[in-house]
């Protein structure tokens, strides 16, 4: 007999199942660690597809950069954030140092 289709499940089925293994160690987390938690998980379903082409032997270690991924990605933008925060207070206090024209 010829067995034929995926022989291997989507990764979205293996991170689904991990997830599940790891509900006891959710549920023992502190209320508010949970949201970051499940926030670990949405960033690895968004590189799903990417982890599906590699079909790595070890399953958590897709996950693993998944989540580092989004993590540098977050970094990334906060770091753009204060540059732009930091540049403002520069201009705010340039301005408030030097005097208007108007008022010498």
């Given at each position: 007999m010829v067995s034929v289709g995926r022989t291997n499940p989507t990764f979205r089925d293996v991170l689904s199942r991990m997830e599940d293994e790891w509900g006891d160690f959710r549920r023992a987390l502190r209320r508010r660690h949970q949201p970051l938690f499940d926030r670990l998980f949405a960033y690895a379903r968004e590189h799903a597809d990417a982890a599906s082409n590699l079909n790595h032997p070890d399953?958590?270690?897709?996950?693993?950069?998944?989540?580092?991924l989004e993590q540098e990605d977050r970094i990334d933008e906060l770091e753009a954030r204060v540059e732009l925060l930091e540049a403002q207070l520069e201009d705010d206090s340039a301005a408030v140092e030097s005097p208007a024209p108007d008022e010498r």
């Open positions: 399953r958590l270690a897709p996950v693993l950069v998944s989540i580092d």
